[in-house]
C-alpha cells in the first residue's frame, strides 16, 4: 500500500508543505477545495492560494493547532495543522481540512434511517432525470419510463 493512496482515498484535504511553507503534495479534495490543480501549486507557498494559512505559524512555532473553524470567502472548513518533526527539526507542515458542508452532510446522513436514505436518493434520480426531460408532462412520462417506475409512482416521490 502506498502512501499516495491512502492520502487520495480521505475524504478529508490533505495538504503537506515543506519548512519554507511550500506546498510538496496536496490531495484531489484539497485541490478540488483550492480550485488549483497540483502541478500548478507545486512549490509555492501556500499564502499564494489560502492568505490567512497557518502553516507557517505552525512550521515556525512547532506547535499544532487543532479543530479551527475557518471561514474564506463562502468556505468554512474545520481545520488542523501539525508540524512535521524529522531528527529534532520541523521539516514542514500537514493540514488536514474538512468542509463543514461534507461534515453537516455527514452527521445528516449518520442520523437517517436508510429509508430515510433511500427516498433521498430516489427524490435526486427523479430530480435528476426530471432536469433532463423537462418538467412538462411529456418530460415526466420519459422520466418516469426512465427510471422504470409508473407515472404515479413519479408523481408520489415527487410529493414526499
Known sequence: MQVHSVLESLQQGILIC??????????QVYGDFIGVPLETAKGHKITEYRKSAIAPEVIESGIPVEGMVRREGAQEYFASVY????????????????????F???????????EER?????????QNTLLLYGQDMEGKRKAAKELGISLATLYNKMKE
Open 18 to 27: 515543506d519548512q519554507h511553507s511550500r506546498i510538496v503534495f496536496f490531495n
Open 83 to 102: 508540524p512535521i518533526w524529522e531528527e529534532n527539526h520541523i521539516r514542514g507542515s500537514i493540514s488536514i481540512v474538512t468542509s463543514l458542508v461534507q
Open 118 to 126: 433511500v427516498r433521498r436518493f430516489e427524490r435526486q434520480e427523479i
Open 104 to 114: 453537516e452532510q455527514r452527521e445528516t446522513k449518520a442520523h437517517m434511517t436508510l
